[in-house]
């Protein structure tokens, strides 16, 4: 079992480390910048480190409000420290919100007019 976690985490942060090098290659062309892999270690690394601390802090929200499961407000808590960011979620979640309704709205009426025939 602790294998399995080692080579799930293992590539995990692989995975971080190749988009940070991908997002780092694309930011440097743009501003005829470069990054070192040193730097792009150490950013991947960070980014890992603070979607960890994210992942349990998300958990004790859900927890806390005796829930089993993460929901958007858990995650604008977490977001709550950033204004960018935290505008970001609720702009998102308030167009995920309008979709379900639209979508909803449209369900009801397929439902009342196969009903009709």
């Not at 930011?27 to 470069?34: L, S």
């Not at 992942?55 to 004790?60: F, N, P, S």
């Not at 993460?70 to 970001?88: F, G, M, P, Q």
């Amino acid at each position: 079992m602790s294998d399995d976690k080692d080579e799930t985490q293992q590539r995990l942060k692989a995975a971080i480390h190749f988009t940070v090098g991908r997002l780092c290659q694309m930011t440097g062309e743009d501003h005829q910048r470069g990054f070192s892999r040193q730097t792009v270690a150490a950013i991947a690394e960070t980014a890992f480190r603070q979607c960890d601390v994210f992942a349990k802090d998300l958990e004790a929200f859900a927890r806390h409000a005796k829930r089993s499961t993460v929901n958007s407000e858990d995650v604008k808590l977490i977001a709550r420290r950033s204004t960018a960011l935290s505008i970001h979620i609720q702009r998102k979640t308030e167009e995920l919100n309008q979709e379900k309704k639209s979508t909803g709205k449209r369900k009801s009426r397929d439902t009342e007019e196969e009903s009709k025939e």
